[in-house]
């Protein structure tokens, strides 16, 4: 079955840095897009990042452009969204998901359980 | 990239049917048909109910359905259960290949 996992979350202090990870597992990694989604306590979803099935594009929110990127390891089932310059208003449980359609981008079919990130000094 | 306009809440009986509206504009919700929609029960992973605006996917009650005119998407939900109770979220593609959730929608079983 599909399996998305994520790990690397934890208390980082403003302006610092730190590495989140998805490994899956399930299906076949390279037939699909990649997506994370976050979540602030107590608050909506907000997608935040895409990487296409070859990595060769990515897309991001207008709230974490040119401090977050997104990438992936085909050869690992990994993808990774790396996060710089963390604000505050970064604090949220962040998602990891697969995209639902194989052709294009429309959807989240399958997520992982989240991994909470606190920015706080 | 403004949220999608969700209604804060909705409530029906069990039984009844209730319709939860997502608002966009031309650069998203009106220009593709890539609306999807998630359940998200308190503390747990949001479920993918309805995706390319009107499709469910396997395992999801049919119970649920989707529409769209416009620049508004709409989620119907039929024969009300309590096990419904939960938050909605629409999500849309956009013009700027980015995607946009709304803003949320609890539905209430009375």
């Known amino acids: 079955q599909v399996q998305l996992v994520e790990s690397g979350g934890g208390v980082v202090q403003p302006g610092r840095s730190l590495r989140l990870s998805c490994a899956a597992s399930?299906?076949?990694?390279?037939?699909?897009?990649l997506h994370w989604v976050r979540q602030a306590p107590g608050k909506g979803l907000e997608w935040v990042a895409v990487?296409?099935?070859?990595?060769?594009?990515?897309h991001y929110a207008d709230s974490v452009e040119g401090r977050f990127t997104i990438s992936r390891d085909n050869s690992d089932n990994t993808f990774y969204l790396q996060m710089n310059s963390l604000r505050a208003e970064d604090t949220a449980v962040y998602y990891c998901a697969r995209e639902g359609s194989g052709s294009s981008w429309s959807s989240f079919d399958y997520w992982g359980q989240g991994t909470l990130v606190t920015v706080s000094s | 990239q403004s949220a999608l306009t969700q209604p804060a809440s909705v409530s029906g009986s069990p039984g009844q049917s209730i319709t939860i509206s997502c608002t966009g504009t031309?650069?998203?919700?009106?220009?593709?048909?890539?609306v999807s929609w998630y359940q998200q029960h308190p503390g747990k992973v949001p479920k993918l109910m309805i995706y390319?605006?009107?499709k469910r996917p396997s395992g999801v009650s049919d119970r649920f359905s989707g529409s769209k005119s416009g620049n508004t998407a709409s989620l119907t939900i039929s024969g009300l259960q309590a096990e419904d109770e939960a938050d909605y979220y629409c999500s849309s593609y956009t013009s700027t290949s980015t995607f946009v959730f709304g803003t949320g929608t609890k539905v209430t079983v009375l």
């Open positions: 390319d605006v009107t």
């Open positions: 990487v296409s099935i070859d990595g060769s594009r990515t």
């Open positions: 399930g299906f076949t990694f390279t037939s699909y897009a």
């Open positions: 031309s650069s998203d919700v009106g220009g593709y048909n890539y």
